[in-house]
């Protein structure tokens, strides 16, 4: 399981970056920014972590 924060303009790109690696997002918290769960294999977390951050150009954090 690995939560990213993003803006919400890129909160689509995300998600369909994170399908598309095989993963699902499991929740959405939205406030100022979205908070995203999101359920990978572990072997796909560095690569969705990059792929997030070119997604919301370098603006996606994760949360601890």
């Known amino acids: 399981e690995l ?13 369909r970056v994170v399908e598309r690696e095989g993963g ?4 959405g918290d939205y406030a100022e920014e979205v908070a995203l769960t999101l359920r990978l294999a572990e072997d ?3 690569t969705v972590e990059r792929a997030v ?7 996606a954090r994760k949360r601890p």
């Open 53 to 59: 951050q070119d997604a919301t150009s370098g603006r």
């Open 24 to 27: 699902t997002v499991e929740a």
């Open 3 to 15: 939560v990213m924060v993003v803006p919400y303009s890129p909160v689509d790109a995300v998600r």
């Open 44 to 46: 796909r977390l560095a």
